[in-house]
């Protein structure tokens, strides 16, 4: 039997794409790298190496506390990236996982970090069809992104498409009670469209276990609209 350190190791990093959906657009953290016309780009996704002795989830942890201070955030693997010359430093092979959390606990975290900004994600392409996606800046100055990060956007917005439908994945950019506008926002900001609203509260009812609260939304200036909220029995 060969020893494994006897043949060369490509370091393995984990990187984060922690999205909200915010004024109608899928928005992901990017940070600014110093390095960034060596890298390819100014901005690039939260990471850091995997150490010794820790799992891909323990990292996930480690860079989301030290980067936003964010915890218990849904996260789940998007993919692994290793072609040898993503990065010019040598051979990286990244682990992506996406974090999904409010826009209220990104913008939070974001604050916490002078390093950190929020992009909206955009792409230009329907469905699960496209290739990279764009990191654009509140004002609406793309961000250059480092790496291959623009082609893991876009496919964390295929991702993101893909699981909508037959997935609680939309509710993981809500807080715990929310109303059926927010959802179907939520649904029309990653798929880039408008729904209609029957047709679509129609299908979410009957794709999901949701059950009235009983409360309404405060604070608006039209009739408060129900709360509702994942039935944790899934309507049995």
């Known amino acids: 039997m060969s020893d494994i350190f006897e043949h060369p190791h490509p370091a393995v990093a984990v990187d ?4 909200c959906v ?10 600014r790298r110093e390095d960034g016309e060596e890298m390819g ?3 690039a996704l939260p990471g850091g190496f995997v150490h010794r002795d820790c799992s891909f989830d323990d990292t996930v942890a480690r860079v989301l506390a030290d980067k936003t201070g964010l915890q218990d955030v849904h996260f789940e693997q998007l993919a692994s990236y290793g072609a040898p010359d993503r990065d010019p430093r040598g051979h990286v092979i990244s682990v992506v996982y996406m974090a999904i959390t409010t826009a209220e606990s990104l913008g939070k975290g ?3 970090n002078p390093a950190l900004t929020l992009a909206r994600v955009e792409v230009d392409w329907s469905g699960e069809t496209g290739g990279p996606a764009r990191a654009m800046a509140a004002d609406g100055t793309p961000l250059t992104l480092a790496f291959d990060h623009a082609d893991i956007l ?15 994945i939309g509710f993981s950019f809500l807080p715990p009670r929310f109303t059926l506008l927010e959802v ?6 990653i798929l880039n ?14 794709r999901h276990a949701l059950r009235p609260t009983g409360a309404r939304q405060t604070g608006g200036a039209f009739r408060p609209a129900e709360l509702y909220e994942i039935d944790p029995k899934g309507g049995q």
């Open 154 to 168: 876009g496919d964390m917005i295929k991702r993101l498409r893909g699981k909508l439908d037959y997935t609680p």
């Open 16 to 19: 984060l794409a922690i999205l």
């Open 41 to 43: 780009g100014d901005w």
């Open 110 to 112: 974001i604050a916490q």
């Open 184 to 189: 179907q926002e939520v649904h029309e900001a």
């Open 22 to 31: 915010q004024d109608g657009a899928v928005h992901c953290a990017v940070m």
């Open 193 to 206: 469209h408008p729904l209609t609203k029957p047709a679509f509260r129609r299908k979410l009812l009957d």
